[in-house]
């Protein structure tokens, strides 16, 4: 009884702890910045997705966070660590976008790219196929095109790779990616 005792209250302990523990001067957006029509398809309205991004069996965060005093939006990642966040910053664009962009969770998984379904030809650096094996996070423009952020780890350096692909509304799951490269996933420091 006390191991489920103890057990309960780090889960409760450990969320309420995600909650409090956003990055300095970054908030989660108000109900009346969200209310886009495009939302209303996903529970968390498109601003918050979790899955095991790193590979460590735990539940990470990524989220659309607003900064009012810099009019800035955020793309940012929580990586879950025993008793708080570790939280990458990896985009930053005017407030505004808010309107139109949110976040959506990729399964592991293998989904041809654009260039692979033939829309163009594919450059020498460009692959037809992107395989995850993990979860990842796709950060979109509504009705437009998409990156897919996948956490890789080389030589004690964290990296996302980000691969961009085209969105189509009516099918979340087609991916069409456009280019590949690695962007590293910093620390937030502000």
């Known amino acids: 009884m006390r191991i489920l005792t103890f057990a309960l209250f780090l889960a ?60 800035r939006l955020g793309l940012f990642v929580c990586l879950a660590m025993a008793t708080r966040c570790d939280w990458h910053r990896l985009e930053l664009m005017d407030i505004a976008f808010l309107d139109v962009m949110g976040i959506a969770k990729v399964k592991p998984g293998e989904y041809e790219t654009a260039c692979g379904k033939g829309y163009w030809e594919c450059d020498k650096d460009e692959p037809k196929n992107l395989k995850t094996k993990l979860d990842a ?27 961009q692909r085209l969105r189509h509304a009516s099918a979340l799951s087609s991916v069409a990616i456009r280019r590949l490269h690695s962007k590293p996933l910093l620390p937030v420091n502000e």
Not at 12 to 34: D, E, F, I
Not at 144 to 157: C, M, P, T
């Open 12 to 71: 409760v302990s450990t969320n309420m702890c995600y909650a409090q523990q956003l990055p300095v001067g970054w908030t989660k957006p108000p109900s009346n910045m969200t209310g886009q029509e495009f939302r209303q398809k996903d529970p968390n309205h498109f601003l918050v997705v979790k899955g095991d991004f790193d590979g460590d069996g735990v539940q990470d965060r990524a989220l659309l966070l607003i900064n009012q005093h810099t009019q």
């Open 137 to 163: 996070v796709e950060f979109f423009k509504e009705e437009s095109a998409s990156s897919v952020y996948v956490y890789k780890s080389a030589e004690a350096q964290v990296h996302l790779s980000r691969h």
